[in-house]
């Protein structure tokens, strides 16, 4: 499946964005969604998952829960990533990622990159405080 990001973009501590991905190529509802991102000189980390149905939502890190909320839209092949009170903190290359395999009866394998095969290209975000 192919994923593409929206542009990402300068925004102030304090403001709301909104990512979105669209997905092509593949049957979208069979996939697990993702973001992950990845800040200058760091490792790639999960940010928000969502199952296929959109029923399940899985955030891993104090640092976004409550701030971010991930959704999907079946029937638009669109996966989002609403992100408000943003912290300079959050300032990263976000990417969109879909898995077809990855088990969804432990968080665990939700949150690990290497369950997901196919990746955007990523978006600049960028936070000024």
């Known amino acids: 499946v192919r994923l593409v990001e929206s542009e990402g973009g300068l925004v102030q501590a304090g403001d709301s964005l909104r990512l979105s991905c669209g997905a092509s190529?593949?049957?979208?509802?069979?996939?697990?969604m993702a973001w992950f991102r990845q800040a200058p000189g760091k490792e790639r980390e999960f940010v928000a998952a969502?199952?296929?149905?959109?029923?399940?939502?899985?955030y891993v890190k104090a640092a976004v829960k409550g701030r971010f909320t991930i959704s999907r839209d079946n029937a638009k092949n669109t996966v989002y990533l609403q992100m408000n009170a943003i912290e300079p903190d959050d300032t990263a290359v976000y990417y969109c990622?879909?898995?077809?395999?990855?088990?969804?009866?432990?968080?665990?394998?939700?949150?690990?990159?290497?369950?997901?095969?196919?990746w955007g290209q990523g978006t600049q975000v960028t936070v000024s405080s």
């Open positions: 990622a879909a898995s077809s395999t990855v088990r969804t009866s432990s968080s665990i394998f939700v949150y690990n990159a290497v369950q997901y095969d196919s």
């Open positions: 190529g593949g049957t979208f509802s069979s996939y697990v």
């Open positions: 969502i199952n296929r149905v959109g029923g399940t939502t899985y």
